[in-house]
């Protein structure tokens, strides 16, 4: 019985570059020399599959992955506009609240209440959408 050789995947443009980038950033922390750079960069480009990339890099730290940013930039509002009209909504509300508190002259802050929830409720909408645009974990090299 004849057995099959295990399959071998063959590397994309996108794995030699993520690579590339991993032995040059080792590179330039030092943790590589000028020539071994070179070298590995030259058989990163030369490589035809993504066993051959994984032992370029086996010797290297692994980077930490990236920590969750502040959600609420105005990045994120640009991209979403659910998280802008929440946020419109929210200040809106606030504001009749604030208002409302002031004309009935109570003296017990009352909207702080409201407001609260309002904001809890944006931050977690942010949070939510920063979740679902991370990219999910790639296979490391």
């Known amino acids: ?13 996108a794995d030699r570059e993520r690579v590339a980038t991993a032995v040059q ?4 922390e030092g943790r590589l020399t000028l020539e071994e750079v070179e070298e590995r960069l030259t058989r990163v480009y030369a ?5 051959e990339l994984t ?20 990045e994120a509002l640009r991209r979403h506009p659910a998280l802008r009209l929440h946020l419109a909504v929210a200040v809106a509300v606030a504001v009749l609240v604030i208002v409302r508190w002031a004309v009935l002259g109570a003296g017990f802050f009352w909207p702080a209440f409201p407001l609260f929830w309002l904001t809890v409720s944006v931050f977690v909408h942010a949070r939510v959408r920063a979740a679902r645009e991370r990219p999910r974990a790639a296979v490391p090299y």
């Open 1 to 13: 019985m004849e057995t099959t050789p295990t399959a071998r995947i063959r590397a994309a443009d």
């Open 47 to 51: 490589a035809r599959f993504t066993d």
């Open 25 to 28: 950033t080792a590179g330039s």
């Open 55 to 74: 032992e370029l890099t086996a010797d290297l730290p692994r980077p930490d992955p990236p920590r969750p940013g502040f959600p609420l930039t105005r």
